[in-house]
């Protein structure tokens, strides 16, 4: 009978990075499948490649680890407005990480209420729209962008490529009519 095989140590397995969530509003408790496709999402958007290998942020997410803070209006509204200049609340927000730190990548913050009106108004689940943005997030910390109509049709494809690993569908695909009234 054959011994088991001991794990390899020094490089032959990789470490997963470390994704902390911290959840500061309660009601994203309320559905755990939320949390957990939260993170794959995050997790698959990791394996996007660097949109500038040359940069500092080069090495992309490979081995590193960051936080999502899961959060309400308020504190998305403070953040926007403290980094952005914008007072008013937002889906989600991006933080990169300093440059020179090689353990993290950066932070996102993503606030329940905006999601959930948006998520009502597309006629989406809340739990895939947050996984959406958790992925749109990672990729900015990774140095995507949207700002040009070309680094949007990028960022937009890889999306599209995480979220279909994900089993949802194109959420930049023309939606059919509802009914609904597009709110002011």
């Keep these: 009978m054959k011994k088991p095989s001991r794990p390899r140590t020094g490089g032959g397995l990789r470490k997963a990075p470390a994704i902390a969530v911290i959840v500061e509003e309660p009601l994203w408790r309320k559905d755990a499948s939320v949390l957990r496709l939260i993170r794959r999402a995050a997790r698959l958007a990791l394996t996007a490649p660097h949109p ?23 504190r998305l509204r403070a953040l926007n407005a403290a980094f952005r200049g914008k007072d008013r609340p937002t889906n989600v ?14 932070d996102i913050a993503i606030a329940h209420g905006v999601v959930a009106r948006e998520a009502r108004a597309q006629g989406k689940s809340f739990a895939v729209h947050a996984a959406h943005l958790a992925a749109h ?10 700002e040009k109509a070309s680094e949007a049709k990028v960022m937009e494809a890889l999306e599209r490529t995480i979220l279909a690993k994900l089993s949802i569908a194109d959420p930049y695909a023309p939606r059919p009519y509802t009914g609904r009234r597009k709110a002011a």
């Design 93 to 106: 927000l991006s933080f990169p990480a300093t440059s020179g730190d090689e353990t993290s990548l950066g």
């Design 137 to 146: 997030g990672i990729l900015h910390l990774l140095g995507y962008d949207h």
């Design 52 to 74: 500038d290998p040359l940069s500092q942020r080069g090495k992309g997410g490979k081995g590193r680890g960051f936080t999502v803070l899961l959060t309400d209006d308020a």
